[in-house]
């Protein structure tokens, strides 16, 4: 398996546009979680899924931000309007159980609203 | 105002000696524990994990050590190598769904 699949790996956007992550799990994984990395909060859990239903977004920032699993091997996390602070690498992990199983991450997509 | 960001310990060590890495962990109903490694420009990498009810752990160069009591966790490095320059992460499940909540992390750098 190639792991965890993010795109993009970069992205720069204009403050107000919207931003669309997109994340393919390992397959086989249940869960999916969407992570933020920055200097000022370090890593932050957003939300994540068990069979593609979203189980916990209480780390979703605010209703700018949204995500979606259609289907076991794709999710979205979605960004509209942007905002500068909004800039961070977002992370997609997945894991074969969830409770006391090991997360296994992607390479992530670093985000730059200007 | 200037915004401050996270001050990341470091911890420098000599290529060949072992590293010791602390975390402090605040829920007392954590029940399992990881450490991840985390390379500049890559995603946290798992590295080895123990559940609560065990207090030792060990892997290829690698041991964690779970202090219930005081809420310690560490993970050591038997002689580091350059190739162990990283940020490390302890990441916690506190008992109360799926989710693991990480720690700001402790930056390795090995001096050659």
């Known amino acids: 398996d190639a792991g965890v699949i993010q795109s993009p790996r970069h992205e720069v956007t204009e403050m107000g546009q919207e931003v669309t992550l997109r994340c393919k799990p390992i397959?086989?994984?249940?869960?999916l979680f969407w992570y933020r990395q920055t200097m000022m909060r370090g890593l932050e859990l957003l939300i994540y899924?068990?069979?593609?239903?979203?189980?916990?977004d209480s780390g979703m920032p605010e209703d700018r931000f949204s995500a979606k699993m259609p289907n076991a091997s794709f999710s979205t996390l979605k960004i509209q309007p942007s905002e500068p602070r909004d800039s961070a690498v977002y992370f997609c992990?997945?894991?074969?159980?969830?409770?006391?199983?090991?997360?296994?991450f992607g390479q992530g997509t670093r985000l730059t609203v200007v | 105002g200037e915004s401050v960001g996270l001050h990341l310990p470091t911890l420098s060590v000599q290529e060949g000696d072992n590293s010791i890495i602390n975390c402090a962990y605040s829920n007392s109903a954590s029940d399992y524990f990881i450490w991840y490694k985390q390379e500049s420009g890559k995603g946290p990498q798992f590295i080895i994990d123990?559940?609560?009810?065990?207090d030792k752990r060990q892997g290829q160069r690698v041991t964690v050590l779970l202090n219930k009591t005081v809420k310690h966790l560490s993970l050591q490095i038997a002689a580091t190598q350059p190739g162990d320059s990283a940020v490390y992460f302890c990441a916690e499940n506190t008992g109360s769904g799926d989710k693991l909540t990480f720690g700001t992390g402790t930056r390795l750098a090995v001096r050659p």
């Open positions: 899924f068990n069979n593609n239903v979203p189980i916990d």
């Open positions: 397959s086989g994984h249940d869960y």
């Open positions: 992990a997945s894991s074969l159980g969830g409770k006391n199983t090991e997360a296994f």
């Open positions: 123990i559940r609560s009810n065990m």
